[in-house]
């Protein structure tokens, strides 16, 4: 997003990270890294796995235990995520509240053209029950691969095989002059670490408005990222309407002091 062109540098592949969250098979895990390394890529950060270290990691992973070794472990999503400026998350099925969605086709695409600047990370859930909905409320987007509508869930390590592979291709079509084209941007995108301030203090501000029950944004707050998500604001944006809500709290703490103050001069 500069207006520098793509020049395919191959260090791109160590900018695209799989992230697994809470794996309970570590064969699953072991299988991921091997997906991972034959398509040439090697950051894998696990998000307090149920068992790892693991034998049966190490005995699925085969010529790729070395990606098991430089493994980073993390107790939260966050952490794993937060200097990444496009996250994607993965989805065996339609989720209530839709999200800007890309097929793995353009996955590839745009996590190549990204990977080119910046951290990437794409994001895969538990075996029995997916990503949580806060969990991919974080992702800028959503990427299902589609499956048999009837059977649609693949296994974990197949379904990063698949969107590891579909990154390799876009590398490979960009490499032979391919048709790889997305805006210039004169701005880098906001990181994730930068949006979830952004959200807090969002939330604070529409509650001092009473605009949003005190610790009960219910739906809209969802309905907040998924607008700021989809818009990919850059740093100079983000940095933008934080002075905003800065700006209206400082008017209505100013507001509050002026309404004391007639209140104490008219008690008088
Ligand atoms: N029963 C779970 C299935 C989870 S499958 C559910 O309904 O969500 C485990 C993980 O594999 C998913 O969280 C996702 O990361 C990945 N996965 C499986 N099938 C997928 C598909 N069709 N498209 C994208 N990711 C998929």
């Known amino acids: 997003m500069s207006t520098v062109k793509p020049n395919n540098d191959p260090d791109c592949f160590n900018r695209v990270r799989i992230v697994l ?6 064969g699953n895990i072991g299988a991921a890294a091997r997906a991972m390394k034959n398509m040439g890529l090697s950051q894998l950060y696990l998000v307090e796995p149920k068992e790892f270290p693991s034998e049966t990691a190490v005995w699925r992973a085969a010529g790729a235990a070395e990606l098991l070794d430089s493994a980073i472990v993390v107790n939260t999503l966050d952490e794993a995520i937060s200097e990444c400026r ?24 745009r996590a190549y053209f990204e990977s080119q600047q910046h951290d990437v990370a794409v994001v895969f859930g538990r075996e029995d029950r997916g990503l949580t909905n806060e969990e991919l409320h974080k992702c800028n987007y959503h990427v299902h691969i589609p499956a048999n509508p009837e059977y649609s869930a693949l296994n974990i390590a197949t379904a990063v095989q698949v969107l590891c592979y579909e990154y390799r291709m876009s590398v490979l079509a960009a490499e032979q002059g391919g048709p790889v084209h997305f805006d210039d941007w004169d701005q880098p995108p906001a990181d994730n670490k930068m949006l979830e301030a952004y959200y807090h203090h969002l939330q604070e501000t529409l509650e001092r408005l009473s605009f949003l029950e005190p610790g009960n944004p219910r739906q809209t707050m969802t309905r907040l990222r998924r607008l700021y998500n989809r ?11 934080r002075g905003v809500l800065t700006a209206m709290q400082n008017y209505i703490f100013h507001t509050e002091k002026k309404l004391e103050n007639l209140d104490n001069s008219s008690e008088k």
Do not use: K
């Not at 839709?98 to 086709?105: A, F, I, S, Y």
């Not at 818009?231 to 309407?241: A, G, K, W």
């Open 21 to 26: 969250v809470n794996t309970t098979h570590p």
């Open 231 to 241: 818009t990919r604001l850059d740093v100079m944006e983000l940095n933008i309407l």
């Open 86 to 109: 496009l996250v994607v998350g993965t989805s065996a099925r339609e989720r209530r509240i839709p999200w800007p969605l890309l097929t793995p086709r353009e996955f590839g695409d």
